[in-house]
Nanobody, 124 residues
């Protein structure tokens, strides 16, 4: 059974930092590209960042460039999202997802597995 379990969310003041983790089990982790998405209340799920299977290629949404960093540790079957300089508009539920495609993608519908999400709340 495939499981993706996010952790590290919480409440923080604007300008603060959080590090999200996503522990993956039930699949061959280093054969999957990984992504982070987020969904704020009343809004559609949006792409945040993605990383390819080896960690050599990353992609980030313009809204988080220079503030968020995606990384992975294949021996630990874990993907991370380091979030710095947080803003109130970063408030959302953050989801990690796994994709068996050839390249890391921004398209949510191309991801095969999803976690349950972790809440991030940034206050001004």
């Amino acid at each position: 059974q495939v499981q993706l379990v996010e952790s590290g969310g919480g409440s923080v003041q604007a300008g603060g930092s959080l590090r999200l983790s996503c522990a993956v089990s039930g699949l061959t982790f280093d054969r999957y590209n990984m992504g982070w998405f987020r969904q704020a209340p009343g809004k559609e799920r949006e792409f945040v960042a993605a990383i390819n299977w080896s960690g050599s290629i990353v992609d980030q949404a313009d809204s988080v460039k220079g503030r968020f960093t995606i990384s992975r540790n294949n021996p630990k079957n874990t993907v991370y999202l380091q979030m710095n300089s947080l803003k109130p508009e970063d408030t959302a539920v953050y989801y990690c997802a796994a994709d068996a495609g050839l390249m890391a993608t921004r398209m949510a519908n191309e991801y095969d597995y999803w976690g349950q999400g972790t809440q991030v709340t940034v206050s001004s």
